[in-house]
T-cell receptor
Framework: GAVVSQHPSWVICKSGTSVKIECRSLDFQATTMFWYRQFPKQSLMLMAT?????????EQGVEKDKFLINHASLTLSTLTVTSAHPEDSSFYIC?????????????FGDGTRLSIL | KQEVTQIPAALSVPEGENLVLNCSFT??????LQWFRQDPGKGLTSLLLIQSSQREQTSGRLNASLDKSSGRSTLYIAASQPGDSATYLC???????????????FGKGTHLIIQP
């Protein structure tokens, strides 16, 4: 099956640091990637939709200047949490899909656990 | 705006039992619905995807049904095993972009424990 790799799997850093998370589709071309956030004991919340070669679309309430998304190729999207603070601590997870076939399942990475001290 | 609700929030049963997990969604104009499994601290594993034209989908001991008119889906697990213990998430497209891939709206999940 399709494989999505997410890196790093765990990050602990000081407040004010910027953190970059990578999401790679290893065996298919992902025209669209999605970024989600999951707080403890909560479900996943969609943060943004990233289409290759264009600007990301952010969900209401998600600061685009805080969460920078780049989708420069069909196999890689990155999420940068800028000037991270403790309230940004969460589980971040990406998924990848191919546009044009909306009835294919989305494939998820293993997630990145971000802890800001 | 799509909203997805799952009941029960938690379920603990002895192994061998058949069980049903429930999912409801508010916007019935969905084109598919997906069930996932999430193990503690891990990512998501896709279990089943049901297209809007289908009533059910089966994979091994899992069977998912979809009733768009009532806004409901169920995940049936037959002959449950301790290895089935996990959180099961139901997700529907958050919107419809017209042929492209769409982000998903998730329920809060059902935390399932299968007792040996």
């Amino acid at each position: 099956g399709a494989v999505v790799s997410q890196h790093p799997s765990w990050v602990i850093c000081k407040s004010g640091t910027s953190v970059k998370i990578e999401c790679r589709s290893l065996d298919f071309q992902a025209t669209t990637m999605f970024w989600y956030r999951q707080f403890p004991k909560q479900s996943l919340m969609l943060m943004a939709t990233s289409n290759e070669g264009s600007k990301a679309t952010y969900e209401q309430g998600v600061e685009k200047d805080k969460f920078l998304i780049n989708h420069a190729s069909l196999t890689l999207s990155t999420l940068t949490v800028t000037s991270a603070h403790p309230e940004d601590s969460s589980f971040y997870i990406c998924s990848a899909a191919t546009t044009g076939n909306s009835n294919q399942p989305q494939h998820f990475g293993d997630g990145t656990r971000l802890s800001i001290l | 705006k799509q909203e997805v609700t799952q009941i029960p929030a938690a379920l603990s049963v002895p192994e061998g039992e058949n069980l049903v997990l429930n999912c409801s969604f508010t916007d019935s104009a969905i084109y598919n619905l997906q069930w996932f499994r999430q193990d503690p601290g891990k990512g998501l594993t896709s279990l089943l995807l049901i297209q809007s034209s289908q009533r059910e989908q089966t994979s091994g001991r899992l069977n998912a049904s979809l009733d768009k008119s009532s806004g409901r889906s169920t995940l049936y697990i037959a002959a449950s095993q301790p290895g089935d213990s996990a959180t099961y998430l139901c997700a529907a497209p958050a919107s419809y972009s017209g042929g492209g891939a769409d982000g998903l709206t998730f329920g809060k999940g059902t935390h399932l424990i299968i007792q040996p």
